[in-house]
């Protein structure tokens, strides 16, 4: 059984920088194998923020991009938002997530994981 726990979260002014951390245990490394980074904003669908594949290809929505990073790290049992340049839109719970069959796409959709945590809360001021 997958669990990711998540960290990092917290109140930043904007043009501040976070990085959210994933602690992943429980899962089976393979080809086929991704992690993401999903947020939700108060009375909003859930949306994909970033994912990184197998492969090392990433994908990012286009509201974050150039600004997050995402990244892994110690064998897939941790994953990385490095989070720049942050607005108020960019308010928040982020949540990791994780599937053991995935393909690279350019899109990052909450229906593709199957694994999720409960989520850290990002709270930027203006």
């Known amino acids: 059984q997958v669990q990711l726990v998540e960290s990092g979260g917290g109140s930043v002014q904007a043009g501040g920088s976070l990085r959210l951390s994933c602690a992943a245990s429980?899962?089976?490394?393979?080809?086929?194998?991704?992690m993401a980074w999903f947020r939700q904003a108060p009375g909003k669908a859930r949306e994909g923020v970033a994912a990184?594949?197998?492969?090392?290809?990433?994908t990012y929505a286009d509201s974050v991009k150039d600004r997050f990073t995402i990244s892994q790290g110690n064998a897939w049992n941790t994953l990385y938002l490095q989070m720049q340049s942050l607005k108020p839109e960019d308010t928040a719970m982020y949540y990791c997530?994780?599937?053991?069959?995935?393909?690279?796409?350019?899109?990052?959709?909450?229906?593709?994981?199957?694994?999720w945590g409960r989520g850290t809360q990002v709270t930027v001021s203006s």
């Open positions: 990184i594949f197998s492969d090392g290809t990433t």
């Open positions: 429980g899962h089976t490394y393979s080809s086929t194998y991704c």
């Open positions: 997530a994780a599937d053991e069959l995935c393909a690279p796409s350019s899109t990052v959709v909450v229906g593709d994981f199957g694994y």
